[in-house]
C-alpha cells in the first residue's frame, strides 16, 4: 500500500491466526459471524439498557467485553478470509486494494 495514495488516513492493523483445529467452510463461518455480530448486539443493547434491564456492570466492564465480542467478530472474518483463499482462490491483498479505493470513492476516507 503507497501511503501517498491514503493520504491522511490512520489504519489499525491487528494480526490473528488461521484457526487450525476446525474445517470450516463459507456456510459455517457465515454462521458463526452472524452468532458473533448477535452477541456483540446484545452486549451494546445491555450497555444501553435498551432490554430493559439496568445495566449492573460498570461502564468499564463492559466495554472491556465488548472488546472481546468484536474480537470474536473479527477472528470470524478472518477464518472467512482464509477459506475464501483456499476454496475459492481469492485474493484478500487484492481485495483490500478495492476497498480502500470504494473507501476514497465514498468519500469516507480522503
Ligand atoms: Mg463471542
Do not use: W
Not at 483445529?21 to 456483540?40: D, F, R
Not at 456492570?57 to 472488546?67: G, L, P
Not at 483490500?96 to 470504494?102: G, M, R
Amino acid at each position: 500500500m503507497n501511503k501517498g495514495e491514503i493520504g491522511m488516513a490512520e489504519f489499525k492493523s491487528i494480526s490473528l491466526p488461521r484457526l487450525n483445529n476446525l474445517k470450516p467452510n463459507i456456510e459455517s463461518t457465515a454462521l458463526k459471524l452472524m452468532e458473533e455480530a448477535g452477541e456483540l448486539a446484545q452486549l451494546i443493547g445491555k450497555f444501553r439498557g435498551l432490554n430493559g434491564e439496568e445495566c449492573k456492570m460498570e461502564e468499564q466492564e463492559v466495554v472491556d467485553k465488548i472488546a472481546d465480542e468484536l474480537l470474536d467478530v473479527a477472528q470470524v472474518a478472518i477464518s472467512m478470509m482464509f477459506v475464501l483463499e483456499e476454496c475459492y482462490s481469492m485474493n484478500i491483498e487484492n481485495k483490500v486494494v478495492t476497498h480502500i479505493e470504494k473507501l476514497k470513492r465514498k468519500g469516507y476516507i480522503k
